[in-house]
Nanobody, 118 residues
């Protein structure tokens, strides 16, 4: 059974930075970060698939996804945070078809809250 555990969320002022981590047990491979704000649908933020990285337009140039296979961990470095980035952030693993930003991932973490104040 694959288990994903996110950490690193918190509250920060606009312009600040946070780094999210997602530790995966018994898994190495493609992973992604999604987020869901109150009243909105879950959306893909960044993905790393077969070594290639992908980003939502809204975070390009501000967020960086990286993966440490030795630690089975994926990171999301978030800089220049904006109030619009406020959401619950989820880690996903095991893409089974479709684009990285689709919901077609086998495994999901419980989420970590990111709150950005203006």
């Amino acid at each position: 059974q694959v288990r994903l555990v996110e950490s690193g969320g918190g509250s920060v002022q606009a312009g600040g930075s946070l780094r999210l981590s997602c530790a995966a047990s018994r898994y190495t491979g493609s992973m992604a970060w999604f987020r869901q704000a109150l009243g909105k649908e879950r959306e893909g933020v960044a993905g790393i698939v077969l070594g290639a990285t992908f980003y939502a337009e809204s975070v390009k140039g501000r967020f960086t996804i990286s993966q440490d296979n030795a630690k089975n961990t994926v990171y999301l470095q978030m800089n220049s945070l904006e109030p619009e980035d406020t959401a619950m952030y989820y880690c996903a693993a095991g893409l089974h078809g479709g684009a990285w930003y689709s919901p077609n991932w086998h495994y999901w973490g419980q989420g970590t809250q990111v709150t950005v104040s203006s």
